[in-house]
């Protein structure tokens, strides 16, 4: 581990407040939204952020914990460990999607971790090793494909008991997909992880899972004017909004302007608007205030054998198959609400970087 850049101030989460905290344990495939999802788990007091694994999905896995452990480091966390997992799907080859996240996942933003930032031990083992020193403490956000947590769960068979709560950003129920049409991005990576994780929650898990799905999370549009109030509240308006440029200088800023500019891109080009969804950190938000969602307790499972359908998360909502609820689905949310906190929080954060 280094010490933090000079105008970094240096965070230690567990000190910061005299409320009880919850302790999150962060699974990503950072990507540009899986950035502000850790962003906006350092921006909030309620959270502790005790370590993140990376797995592979929208870049390889090399560049992922290169991503997180920068992205932490900007804002101020150099001290959460930050551990490499699994580096392909447990029975598919990988695949990336450079068009959605850049070259190197974080848009036009290149980012660099220092030497030694990376933890030596395996995010896998790390994640079993964390939840089992903590029983039924940890907060589990998995905001990439489920292949970590498959592969925990071969170590650690009541990994799910033993969690306080895992909550997966994936799939969709009542609206079509993002990658095919009825497939989410992170289930397509790895639909036999997904498959292997809701057939552990349907054991009997006292605490069932709760799915964050493009349901609720193709609500959550972060547009430029969200992004200007972020600039303004950190005393450097930006430079133009659309394309989206900050006034260069503070390096949080830099580092969103430049990530989101390319997400917004992508999404003008693929969804006709210049915004972005802001899946990962509504997945983070809904697991540290479950008021932001509303859910319904259901029977889920995933497709992997389909012709057409392969990665379809298949709710069962009328209780067809008979089998006890292994899941609990948003499938609405409190977006506006999250939006102005996720302009709060991050313009806090970024004023903080300001020394
Ligand atoms: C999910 O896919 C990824 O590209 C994003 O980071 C998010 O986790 C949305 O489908
Ligand atoms: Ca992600």
Redesign the pocket.
Known sequence: MTDCPAHIIDRDMSTSSARPKTKLWLD??T?I??SFALLYAAASPEAELIGVSCVA??VPVEEVTVNTAAVLDLAGLNRVEVARGADRPIERPLVTTPETHGPSGTGYSILKAPPGRISERDGVDLIVEKVRNHPGELTLVA??PLTNIALALDQEPDLLEMLGRLVI?GGCFTVTGNTAPRAEW?IHVDPEAARKVMAAAGKGTRNLPLFVPLDVTEQVLLRPDHVARIAESAGRPLRSAQPLHADEGNPLLDFMADALRFYMEFHFGYDGIYGAFMH?PFAVAAALDPTLVETVETTVDVETKGELTTAETVADLRNAWGRPPNAAIALQGRTDLFLDRFVTRLGALARADLL
Do not use: I, Y
């Open positions: 990503v495939d990507g939204d899986d999905g929208n905001v990439g950003m992170n990962d």
